[in-house]
């Protein structure tokens, strides 16, 4: 999967940042002072042996203050964050029905897959949304950009992951 995200490293769990353009993906990543950037832009998700793992994107990214050290090791995906600008920072976590719409309107390939693909191959690529959508945990992240963002979505991540 090729998400528009941007996508980090926090202690050996990935998390993934998805936006539309200027949403605040690369500005999350940077506020949020994890230990490891993996893309600004573009996310890339596999499913290896039953695991959903993001990797770094191969391919430049557009953020010129963010240094993305090459080559990074795959990290597990433990949450995927949809991303919005807000007053506060808060979290809510999705329905099946509602993350699943969001990865697929959100993946750069699945968009456009009913142009040079057939049914069978649109069929398999919406079943492995579902499979990530039943597996790892999908949320709105509204965010508040501050000095205060860190710990707020520390407080929150522990409070729905942990």
């Not at 832009?41 to 240094?67: G, Q």
């Not at 693909?117 to 597996?135: D, N, Q």
Request: hydrophobic fraction near 40%; charged fraction near 25%.
């Amino acid at each position: 999967l090729f998400l528009h995200a941007s996508s980090v490293n926090e202690d050996g769990c990935g998390y993934a940042f998805v936006g539309r353009s200027n949403a605040g993906k690369s500005t999350t990543a940077r506020m949020g002072a994890f230990k490891r950037i993996l893309s600004d832009e573009l996310t890339i998700i596999r499913r290896i042996n039953h695991t959903y793992v993001l990797f770094s994107n191969p391919w430049w990214n557009s953020a010129a203050d963010i240094n993305i050290v090459r080559p990074q090791e795959p990290v597990p995906l433990k949450a995927i964050f949809f991303i919005k600008k807000a007053r506060k920072t808060r979290m809510r976590k999705m329905g099946l029905k509602e993350a699943l719409a969001k990865l697929i309107y959100s993946d750069q390939i699945f968009k456009q897959a009913i142009f040079c693909r057939g049914p069978s191959e649109i069929k398999k690529s919406y079943r492995l949304y579902l499979a990530l959508s039943i597996s790892i945990p999908v949320f709105e992240l509204r965010i508040k950009k501050g000095d205060s963002f860190r710990q707020e979505f520390q407080f929150l991540l522990n409070q729905y992951l942990n």
